[in-house]
């Protein structure tokens, strides 16, 4: 994902192409914030002006009661789910971007860009000629339910999108979830320690899916692998039947048998919950290490010797 708080000033020679006048036209219905911007960059190259002339360009084709959301929700906002954006607009807001950045997007890229994150760091690397082999991937409810040992109703993640040692999720607070009748009576909340399972369930996924350098590209099993602790936990607000669960975590430190992990939950781009450690206890495919114990309560035979 793009890091929209570096304070390094990359710069790029002759960014963009056409006439200032052109540019102007194009731009005429985004806000003079995002024109200023497009004009700073190509005089100057600066792409550090990317994700604010993206957000401006991007701004000009979404609803007004969807404005706060693109401008709060950070990277993870997707153009097509979250934003609404049908195909012709997309169209029309790549077309703009090229015009602003004088770049070239090939379909078969389009195809990859699906939040402002994916925008961000792709026009980065196009303009500054850094490419790298880092991507995003998208997994929908049916893959997330394969390969996740958590099923329904124990669920909570309704689709993630993977880099390499991140990850965001959703899951959509139905209102049909049975403990909601008892937590509580006329009054349904989401449980906050549900909150951390979702969040929890999102770091299994990952595990799973991305082999790690520091556990040899080896894969994790599937049936042994535990949330074992939860630390600095600090919840911000309710979450009630109709909301989306907006998850984050980034993977801190990992060891065999134990990684950690950091977390977030958003719920229309505002901050409800964080948690500044997530620790799960895990055992890869073919060891003979075993993880015993209830609920994640893990003793972890082999580990420190014992």
């Given at each position: 994902m793009s890091d929209?708080?570096?304070?390094?000033?990359?710069?790029?020679?002759?960014?963009?192409?056409?006439?200032d006048e052109l540019l102007k036209e194009t731009l005429k219905r985004c806000s003079s914030g995002t024109l200023g911007a497009a004009l700073e960059f190509r005089r100057t190259g600066d792409v550090s002006l990317v994700p604010k002339i993206v957000l401006g360009i991007i701004e000009r084709s979404v609803e007004p009661d969807l404005v706060d959301q693109l401008r709060n929700g950070g990277d993870s906002i997707r153009f097509?789910?979250?934003?609404?954006?049908?195909?012709?607009?997309?169209?029309?807001?790549?077309?703009?971007?090229?015009?602003?950045?004088g770049i070239s997007i090939k379909n078969e890229e389009l195809i990859e860009l699906r939040t402002i994150g994916d925008m961000n760091t792709f026009i980065h690397e196009k303009i500054s000629g850094m490419g790298t082999s880092k991507?995003?991937?998208?997994?929908?409810?049916?893959?997330?339910?394969?390969?996740?040992?958590?099923?329904?109703?124990?669920?909570?993640?309704?689709?993630?999108?993977?880099?390499?040692?991140?990850?965001?999720?959703?899951y959509k607070i139905s209102g049909d979830e049975d403990f909601l009748e008892g937590h509580f009576k006329g009054n349904p909340v989401f449980p906050a320690s549900l909150m951390l399972e979702a969040l929890g369930q999102l770091a299994?996924?990952?595990l799973l899916k991305k082999p790690l350098d520091e556990l040899g590209r080896e894969r994790v099993?599937?049936?042994?692998?535990?949330?074992?602790?939860?630390?600095?936990?600090?919840?911000?607000?309710?979450?009630?039947?109709?909301?989306?669960?907006?998850?984050?975590?980034?993977?801190?430190?990992?060891?065999?048998?134990?990684?950690?992990?950091?977390?977030?939950?958003?719920?229309?781009?505002?901050?409800?919950?964080?948690?500044?450690?997530?620790?799960?206890?895990?055992r890869l495919e073919g060891s003979e290490k075993k993880i015993n114990g209830e609920n994640g309560a893990a003793e972890i035979s082999g580990l420190n010797g014992n």
């Open positions: 929209q708080t570096t304070t390094t000033r990359e710069t790029v020679a002759e960014p963009a192409r056409g006439s097509i789910e979250d934003l609404q954006i049908d195909s012709i607009d997309m169209i029309e807001t790549v077309m703009m971007v090229e015009e602003a950045m991507k995003t991937q998208f997994f929908p409810f049916e893959e997330v339910a394969a390969i996740l040992p958590h099923q329904n109703p124990f669920l909570f993640l309704h689709e993630a999108t993977l880099d390499d040692r991140s990850a965001t999720g959703k299994v996924f990952l099993d599937a049936a042994d692998v535990y949330f074992t602790g939860a630390d600095g936990v600090r919840c911000y607000k309710i979450c009630k039947p109709g909301d989306t669960l907006e998850l984050s975590v980034s993977l801190k430190r990992v060891r065999d048998p134990i990684a950690v992990f950091s977390g977030q939950v958003h719920v229309n781009g505002e901050k409800t919950a964080l948690v500044d450690e997530v620790t799960l206890a895990f």
